[in-house]
Structures are given as C-alpha cells and as structure tokens.
C-alpha cells in the first residue's frame, strides 16, 4: 500500500508544476521566435487578477476564464508593441511590464477585498490536463508543421528569414499571442488552486517558468522535465516545513527559500551548456 506522504507529494508536485509548465511553454513560443521574455511574471500576475475580479463579479467561471486569458493576451501583444514597433529593449520593456502588472493588481487588491473570496472556477484538474497535453501538441508543432518551422527559422535567423519572405514581426506578434494565452492559462490555475487572488500571488512564478524553459534548452520535453524538478523542491519544502532535519528544526525562512535557490544553482550549471535562438534579441 502507497505511503500517505507520498501521495500528498506526488499530488503537490503536479499542482505546483503545471502553472509553471503553462507559463513556460507560452515563454518558448516567444523566445523561439526571438523575442526575450522576462514578462511571463507579470503576464500569469494581471491573469490571476483578472480571473478573480471577474470571475466574483458574475459567478461565471468561463467569463472569468476567457477575460483572465484575454488580459494576459493583451499584455504580450503590449510586449510585442514595444519590442517589434518601438524597438525597445525586451528586458526593459519585459521589467516595465512587470511592474505595471505588479502595481496594478496590488492597488485591485487593496481597493477590492472582495477579490480574496472564493470565486467560481472550473477544476484545477481540467487545467493539469492541458498542461500534459500541450507538450506533446507543442513539440509535434514545431517539428512538422510549416507554422514551427517558420518560427524556429525567424527565431534562429531573423535576416535570412526575411531574405526567404517570412515577415518576422508577423511571426513574432502571432507567437505574443499564444504565450498570452498560455501563461494566462497559469495564472487561471493559480487563482483556481487557491480560491482567490491575494496580493503577488505569482510570487516569481513567471521567472521560475523562463528559468525552467531555459534550463529546458527552449524545448518541450525537457522545460516539462524542469518545471517537475521546481515543482517537486516546491513541494517538498511545503511537506517539510516544521519538520526535525538530522535533529535540526530549520527556519521557515529557510524552506520558503528552497525552490529559489534550486533555481539559481540549476542555472548556474546549465546556462552555459543550453544554447539559446541564435536571434533571440535581434530585430
């Protein structure tokens, strides 16, 4: 018989991977076709917002779902706007957004108490679904479809891309849209996990998502392969909060710190190894 504590492992692993494999997986659509994307923190963060504000204010889940991805969308495209039309730097232009989303939802929660109820939202199970499901779709997508390929060669070459006839910003406007929705989707599952939105809920959630996508290499299997991994130390640190490590009692601060810190000794183990789009960047 299956040991209780693994279970509740196993099962926190997959609830706190899947709103990482969803933004993630919206973060390589953009950064394969060349555009940096540091903003998937606040992308999933006016998500979650949104999902709750509207979501409270007409008890629809489905209207809640489709205005939290819809918004999430919009702040991709303003992404795009400001990278592919004004030329602005992505880390810059990803940081404003960031801080835009950040400020934004903290007035809303403040202003509007009643954004932390419960509020109507599908099953968080329908959500781990399409986080499984959207990996093998992804990776089939880039691997045979014209559409892949076009935004791995826009992605890889931009110049050479344009000498071929493809139109870079077209391609890179289109794949704004799909991180939109996708890190949306992970925002949705946030608010749908916990109930309701509370002031930074993402809690760096969208800059764990790049560094699994990175630490992925910018493909599905293996980002899908990293999201576990920080979803597992996640978990792990929640099951092991307040417990006697080796005769010691560590400080909740200590295990808060846990998946972060995972994070950053992965990355400095990898990144030099992962090569990224070689026009990630370029204009």
């Known amino acids: ?35 940096i994307n540091i903003a998937l923190e606040g992308t999933m963060l006016t998500s979650a917002c949104i999902t709750a504000l509207v979501g409270v204010q007409t008890g629809n889940a489905l209207i809640g779902l489709a205005a939290g991805v819809g918004s999430a969308v919009l702040m991709s495209l303003l992404h795009a706007l400001l990278t592919q039309a004004y030329n602005i730097d992505h880390i810059v232009s990803g940081m404003g957004i960031n801080a835009l989303a950040l400020g934004g939802t903290s007035f809303l929660s403040k202003t509007m108490p009643e954004l932390s109820e419960k509020t109507t939202a599908f099953k968080v199970d329908a959500y781990w679904w399409i986080a499984i499901l959207a990996v093998p779709l992804i990776a089939a997508y880039l691997r045979k479809t014209r559409g892949g390929n076009h935004l791995t060669a826009v992605g890889n070459d931009p110049d050479k891309s344009r000498q071929m006839g493809l139109d870079p910003v077209k391609i890179r406007y289109l794949a704004l849209i799909a991180t939109g929705v996708l890190a949306g989707l992970g925002g949705v599952l946030l608010v749908s996990n916990v109930g309701g939105f509370t002031d930074n ?76 789009p070689a026009g990630l960047g370029k204009p």
Not at 3 to 31: H, N, R
Not at 255 to 265: D, E, F, G, I, S
């Open 1 to 35: 018989m299956s040991d209780p504590w693994i279970i509740v492992l196993l099962t926190s692993t997959i609830a706190l991977s899947a709103p990482l494999v969803l933004a993630a997986l919206g973060g390589l659509f953009s950064e394969r076709s060349g555009v």
């Open 201 to 276: 809920m993402t809690a760096g959630k969208g800059y764990i998502a790049l560094a699994a996508l990175i630490l992925g290499g910018w493909k599905p299997w293996r980002t899908l392969g990293a999201c576990v991994l920080f979803g597992a130390f996640a978990a792990l640190q929640v099951s092991l909060q307040g417990e006697t490590i080796l005769g010691a009692n560590l400080p909740a601060e200590f295990w808060n710190a846990l998946p972060y810190v995972v994070t950053v000794v992965a990355l400095a183990g990898f990144l030099g190894r992962n090569r990224p």
